[in-house]
């Protein structure tokens, strides 16, 4: 360290005069350079300041190749550049040619990516299957529960055969290896099969119980009752005769 009397008798550190290569970083940082970076079959062509470092290459990459920084490997006459190391001391300059790789790790995340959404698709296709026939099967017990609220006696085969159809889509949902969306999908599906198989059991009782519709058959006489001041049909409805019916087995067994 070197010392020089300033006027007035006060000692200071003598200043430096800038050398060469200071003299060369300042120009560098002025420069703007064209680079071409080769990037599987594309290349792409950047505007830059020759003092910028490779983490700034890899920045100006990002919407052109989709990569993330840390995605990145950049290569200059075969060797891979730090991220904090700059073009002009490394030799880059105006038309030089830079490599860009894909990072393993990353490229390894995407694949699986891609594989977990294609199962994922796959697993959505299966439940959408099922909701299908789910959906035919829905019919059925609409039909069913139409028939024991109107008070036909249904065969006791018709609800086994419904509830075991409807066990065996419930047996293809439980095998569908799903995950995210498809997951909720077939969760929701499972509940609505299970929905479905308690209704049956529902109307698979009442319709074995002859005492279960006396209250629905009252029920349809007193509003065929409201209908005498001549508002609707003349003809009285169906269910009465059975509801009549009903009533006198009832005081018969009383």
């Known amino acids: 360290?070197?010392?020089?009397?300033?006027?007035?008798?006060?000692?200071?550190?003598?200043?430096?005069?800038?050398?060469?290569?200071?003299?060369?970083?300042?120009?560098?940082?002025?420069?703007?350079?064209?680079?071409?970076?080769?990037?599987?079959?594309?290349?792409?062509?950047?505007?830059?300041?020759?003092?910028?470092?490779?983490?700034?290459?890899?920045?100006?990459?990002?919407?052109?190749?989709?990569?993330?920084?840390?995605?990145?490997?950049?290569?200059?006459?075969?060797?891979e550049k730090d991220n904090e190391g700059h073009l002009h001391n490394e030799g880059v300059m105006d038309r030089s040619k830079l490599l860009l790789l894909e990072d393993a790790a990353s490229e390894e995340r995407k694949l699986e990516e891609i594989r977990k959404h294609n199962e994922m698709l796959k697993a959505s296709e299966a439940v959408a299957g099922v909701r299908a026939e789910v959906d035919k099967l829905a019919?059925?017990?609409?039909?069913?529960?139409?028939?024991?609220?109107?008070?036909?006696?249904?065969?006791?085969?018709?609800?086994?055969?419904?509830?075991?159809?409807?066990?065996?889509?419930?047996?293809?949902?439980?095998?569908?290896?799903?995950?995210?969306e498809a997951k909720l999908q077939r969760k929701a599906e499972v509940r609505r099969v299970q929905n479905f198989v308690d209704t049956l059991d529902s109307l698979k009782a009442r319709n074995s119980n002859p005492y279960a519709s006396i209250g629905k058959a009252v029920s349809v006489a007193t509003r065929w009752e409201t209908f005498d001041s001549g508002m609707g049909s003349l003809n009285a409805p169906t269910s009465i005769s059975s509801s009549r019916d009903v009533t006198q087995d009832w005081e018969r067994h009383d």
């Open 1 to 79: 360290m070197e010392w020089e009397m300033r006027p007035g008798g006060m000692f200071v550190q003598r200043r430096q005069e800038p050398t060469a290569d200071a003299n060369a970083n300042a120009n560098a940082n002025s420069v703007m350079i064209n680079i071409t970076v080769a990037h599987a079959s594309s290349l792409h062509h950047l505007f830059l300041a020759t003092h910028s470092t490779f983490w700034d290459v890899k920045r100006l990459l990002v919407h052109k190749t989709g990569l993330q920084p840390e995605e990145q490997r950049l290569f200059f006459r075969g060797e």
């Open 139 to 180: 019919e059925r017990v609409s039909a069913l529960e139409v028939a024991v609220d109107g008070g036909t006696r249904v065969a006791d085969k018709e609800f086994l055969t419904s509830t075991e159809l409807l066990m065996r889509q419930l047996l293809k949902l439980d095998g569908i290896e799903a995950e995210g």
